[in-house]
């Protein structure tokens, strides 16, 4: 397993902004599938934004148009921009590594620790 450290999370009003970032070592970014979920109390885990090996991105609905997901492969970094935040984005962010099958997949080799992100109306 990787080890996953997520960062970025925190309280915004909607319409705001927030990056998240996810960073590891001893692992390659460009090789593998990777993305990020999402899981509200009382609800399951969904996934986010995924991105695999050659930069092809895949998000759900709900997100497409105000999150972006991006890596800078140099650093080993993986970067969530979510833009227009509203209140049903609040939830537990996790950063996931070896997702499958990629791009579309809930199952992945490694999970980081969650970060908080909260939308106030």
């Known amino acids: 397993q990787v080890h996953l450290v997520e960062s970025g999370g925190g309280s915004v009003q909607t319409g705001g902004s927030l990056r998240l970032s996810c960073s590891a070592s001893g692992y390659t970014y460009s090789k593998n599938c990777m993305g990020w979920f999402r899981q509200a109390p009382g609800t399951e885990r969904e996934g986010v934004a995924t991105?695999?090996?050659?930069?092809?991105?895949n998000y759900t609905d709900s997100v497409k148009g105000r999150f972006t997901i991006s890596k800078d492969t140099a650093r080993n970094i993986l970067y969530l921009q979510m833009n227009s935040l509203k209140p049903d984005d609040t939830a537990t962010y996790y950063c996931a590594a070896d997702i499958y099958p990629c791009l579309t997949g809930v199952q992945a080799g490694s999970w980081g620790q969650g970060t908080q992100v909260t939308v106030s109306s």
């Open positions: 991105v695999d090996a050659d930069g092809n991105t």
